[in-house]
């Protein structure tokens, strides 16, 4: 497969467009070969940079590229050079009451405009409490009208301040508030209506927080407005018996579930192709491990291609 040169991945549909212009389009046209893609990091390296695999693009994390050079950044560039590279964070802590870092935001547009990704994505999630406590970990919010108000503004300041949309990705929660006045789907669908971003929908974080929190997934699915959703994530979980109960952990840490692919496949016929990313985080296997996980995606997206021809 002739890989997607930068000049081409930045005519592709779901290039980074200015906030307010083009947002989220469907990517139904687009070919099964371009939308399925991989988590790359670090670890493999320098295995993707000598083999150059047939998958559509990659994922990284944004924060291990800010910086100014270096080796890392090289790395990056080269990767780029060849591939469509989407920057996906895990440090700004949209939901947090801490004031949104500068820092952060400045390194982030930095590598926006060094990197020109095919998407910027970040977690609902805050981490951050206002007295600067800071917990390093991805923690749900209440789905109350005020902790959306919140992230709404958050979301939109972070739009501004990097002129772009940037889309939203579904956490695995592992506890639940008390007081909610809205369903977790119906929060996420809100924020995008409010807010103007997209949706990230992590498939794999839905199906655990669906067996955890005992809700049907197909309900969570059903109310995901299909122009808003841009990406879809997949992943591997672990069981872990807790309190005398099974409980399943967003371990990124094995293959895809059957279960998994099934829900991924309900997904795709009613929101059609969608970018899809395979992540792997933990006990990573070899790249060609995670190419043929990306394989399966691209088969299904391959099918969905051929029916909407």
């Given at each position: 497969m002739k890989r997607n040169a930068r000049s081409r991945s930045s005519e592709m549909?779901?290039?980074?467009?200015?906030?307010?212009?083009?947002?989220?389009?469907?990517?139904?046209?687009?070919?099964?070969?371009?939308?399925?893609?991989i988590g790359l990091r670090a670890p493999h390296h320098d295995d993707f940079l000598s083999t150059r695999p047939a998958v559509?693009?990659?994922?990284?994390?944004?924060?291990?590229?800010?910086?100014?050079?270096?080796?890392?950044?090289?790395?990056?560039?080269?990767?780029?050079?060849?591939?469509?590279?989407?920057?996906?964070?895990?440090?700004?802590?949209?939901?947090?009451?801490?004031?949104?870092?500068?820092?952060h935001l400045d390194r982030?547009?930095?590598l926006i405009r060094h990197v020109e990704p095919l998407r910027v994505s970040e977690h609902l999630c805050w981490g951050q409490a206002g007295d600067g406590r800071y917990v390093n970990d991805l923690l749900p919010l209440p789905y109350t009208e005020e902790a959306l108000r919140h992230?709404?503004?958050?979301?939109?300041?972070?739009?501004?301040?990097?002129?772009c949309s940037i889309l939203i990705e579904n956490l695995s929660a592992y506890l639940q508030y008390a007081e909610a006045d809205y369903t977790e789907w119906a929060f996420l669908a809100e924020v995008a209506r409010r807010s103007g971003c997209g949706i990230l929908l992590d498939i794999n974080?839905?199906?655990v927080n669906a067996i955890n929190h005992g809700f049907d997934a197909h309900?969570?699915?059903?109310?995901?407005?299909?122009?808003?959703?841009?990406?879809?994530?997949?992943?591997?979980?672990?069981?872990?018996?807790?309190?005398?109960?099974?409980?399943?952990?967003?371990?990124?840490?094995?293959?895809?579930?059957?279960?998994?692919?099934?829900?991924y496949d309900a997904a795709l016929a009613r929101l059609g192709g969608r970018y899809t990313l395979i992540e792997w985080d933990n006990d990573l296997p070899p790249l060609a491990t995670l190419l043929a996980e990306a394989e399966k995606a691209r088969t299904r997206l391959e099918a969905v291609h051929a029916h909407a021809a």
């Open positions: 549909a779901g290039h980074v467009q200015p906030k307010r212009a083009v947002t989220i389009v469907r990517n139904t046209h687009l070919s099964a070969d371009v939308l399925a893609g559509g693009w990659v994922e990284v994390h944004s924060e291990n590229f800010f910086v100014d050079g270096g080796p890392v950044l090289h790395t990056l560039d080269r990767v780029r050079a060849d591939y469509p590279v989407s920057l996906h964070g895990v440090g700004l802590g949209l939901g947090s009451a801490a004031p949104l870092s500068t820092m982030l547009q930095r992230v709404c503004a958050r979301v939109d300041e972070v739009q501004e301040r990097l002129g974080n839905l199906y309900v969570y699915l059903a109310a995901m407005p299909p122009a808003a959703v841009g990406e879809i994530h997949l992943a591997g979980f672990s069981v872990q018996q807790v309190a005398g109960r099974e409980v399943l952990i967003d371990t990124h840490s094995r293959a895809v579930s059957d279960a998994v692919w099934a829900l």
